[in-house]
T-cell receptor, first 118, second 116 residues
């Protein structure tokens, strides 16, 4: 298993540009999520999905869109990048599912994408 | 609301010293999970332990041990005989249930420096 993969590893954007951060997992996990990591603030949840076709907002969703058309993929879209979105982005997945999503499970993280918006 | 506090921003120790990383959490749920993750300088997040709210047994894994106390809402992490390779940022996290799934909140992290 490759686990959770993210592409690209590094990206530099100009203000106003759009892009998609890719995340894929091959563990058949139902739950996937996106976090951003900023210095001194830990990880903050952006969006999450409890299964294909189902997404919802986390703590800091503004400026980001997600979709979940397959179990494996959970892309994160920045529609109009802003310098405040400069961060390291982590994708994670776990087994917990919907509607039984009471089964907490460990989240496994991808290697991260370091994004700089100029 | 859920909250995770890691009051120690940075800790510096000399190799072979024991070190305890503190984690205090807030939650209104009776069912929740607590986690510790390690982030070495290479940047990846490595899962260390998961503990559910109904299991207050302490756990030891090699040089690592965890002390979970619901009475004080704490889930502290101790490294015994620290090594240089333990230098990393350590995150404590809390997962709570909600309709349709769960959410995880991370603490701000504690950066541990272990000097040779």
């Amino acid at each position: 298993n490759a686990g959770v993969t993210q592409t690209p590893k590094f990206q530099v954007l100009k203000t106003g540009q759009s892009m998609t951060l890719q995340c894929a997992q091959d563990m058949n996990h139902e739950y996937m999520s996106w976090y951003r990591q900023d210095p001194g603030m830990g990880l903050r949840l952006i969006h999450y999905s409890v299964g294909a076709g189902i997404t919802d907002q986390g703590e800091v969703p503004n400026g980001y869109n997600v979709s979940r058309s397959t179990t494996e993929d959970f892309p994160l879209r920045l529609l109009s990048a802003a310098p405040s979105q400069t961060s390291v982005y982590f994708c994670a997945s776990s087994k917990a599912g919907f509607p039984s999503g009471r089964a907490f499970d460990t989240q496994y993280f991808g290697p991260g994408t370091r994004l700089t918006v100029l | 609301a859920q909250k995770v506090t890691q009051a120690q921003t940075e800790i510096s120790v000399v190799e072979k010293e024991d070190v305890t990383l503190d984690c205090v959490y807030e939650t209104r749920d009776t069912t929740y999970y607590l986690f510790w993750y390690k982030q070495p300088p290479s940047g990846e997040l490595v899962f260390l332990i998961r503990r559910n709210s109904f299991d207050e047994q302490n756990e030891i894994s090699g040089r690592y041990s965890w002390n979970f106390q619901k009475s004080t809402s704490s889930f502290n992490f101790t490294i015994t005989a620290s090594q240089v390779v333990d230098s990393a940022v350590y995150f404590c996290a809390l997962s709570e249930d909600f309709t349709g799934g769960f959410k995880t909140i991370f603490g701000a992290g504690t950066r541990l420096f272990v000097k040779a």
